[in-house]
């Protein structure tokens, strides 16, 4: 496979299943934040492989979560990147990947003390890197609502996407207390 092959020199690139499209279509930008995402998380995996801070089965059970999650934003970029997605059997994510988000925050969640105001991003190198991939995903998700302004999608990757911006919250505020850091709480400035 050669990595350059100059047919998008012009501005556009080509769409999986076929089609071209300009570089700054909505499509484009949805599935190219998620890959931005995905990287993000790549770096957080590497963070937590050098990180000192957490014990081995602790840094295990996060690294294998960030790579089921890795592998899932590449699911939902190939939907993103296919205008026939259904046809194509690319509509991979499914309510099920949802729920499974869902049982990893409460599991995490509830070794965390009660969040009673809103905190910075921060702590860690590892949470650090867990917030700026939270906020990754937050954008994804703008894109992927301003696609499907222009061409219908299943609810299913904005609900995930969704969810994984708070999995990711939580997970950043689990790595912090797991190498003993608190959070850093938000000091509104005083009048």
Known sequence: ????????????????????????????????????????????R????????????????????????QNRLFDLGAELATPDAQEKGLEVIQPRHIEDLERAIDHHESQLPPLRQFILPGGTAVAGQLHVARCVCRRAEREIVALSGVHPLRDVPIRYVNRLSDLLFVLA?????????????WEKAAD
């Not at 492989?49 to 790579?67: E, K, M, Q």
């Not at 505020?173 to 709480?185: I, L, S, W």
Request: charged share 20%; proline share 2%; glycine share 14%.
């Open 1 to 44: 496979m050669k990595i350059y092959t100059k047919s998008g020199d012009a501005g556009e690139t080509g769409l999986f299943g076929g089609g071209r499209v300009r570089k700054d279509h909505p499509r484009i930008a949805a599935y190219g934040t998620l890959d931005e995402l995905n990287a993000t998380l790549g770096v957080a």
């Open 46 to 69: 590497a963070e937590l492989a050098r990180s000192t801070d957490l014990d081995a089965a602790a840094a295990s059970g996060f690294d294998a979560l960030l790579g089921t999650l």
């Open 173 to 185: 505020r689990a790595a912090n207390q797991m190498a003993g850091q608190a959070d850093v709480p």
